[in-house]
């Protein structure tokens, strides 16, 4: 059984930064993405970033390229998401996600496997 449990959400300031982290469990995930979604209230889920297993791909949606950096460690079975300069528009649940993609590595409909979501709010 695949489980995904994120952590490092929580209150910041417009213009900090937070790291959020995903913990994975379960069979091997040879050959998964990994990624990041998120979803504020009365809005659809929004991707944010992707990773290759090999860690050699990175993905970003545009909304926050060139603020946050997704990063892995394989040997922890771990994805992390560095958020700088963060903004009130930021504020949503934060949602860990795997799966071997065969499509659009920015559908959520491509991932098999998610974490519970971790609330990540922004202050102006």
């Known amino acids: 059984q695949v489980q995904l449990v994120e952590s490092g959400g929580g209150l910041v300031q417009a213009g900090g930064s937070l790291r959020l982290s995903c913990a994975a469990t379960g069979p091997t995930f040879s050959n998964f993405y990994m990624g990041w979604f998120r979803q504020a209230p009365g809005k659809e889920r929004e991707f944010v970033s992707a990773?290759?297993?090999?860690?050699?791909?990175?993905y970003y949606g545009s909304s926050v390229k060139g603020r946050f950096t997704i990063s892995k460690d394989n040997a922890k079975d771990a994805v992390y998401l560095q958020m700088n300069s963060l903004k009130p528009e930021d504020t949503a649940v934060y949602y860990c996600?795997?799966?071997?993609?065969?499509?659009?590595?920015?559908?959520?409909?491509?991932?098999?496997?998610w974490g519970q979501g971790t609330q990540v709010t922004v202050s102006s």
């Open positions: 990773i290759s297993w090999s860690g050699s791909t990175e």
């Open positions: 996600a795997a799966g071997r993609i065969i499509g659009i590595v920015t559908n959520g409909n491509q991932y098999r496997y």
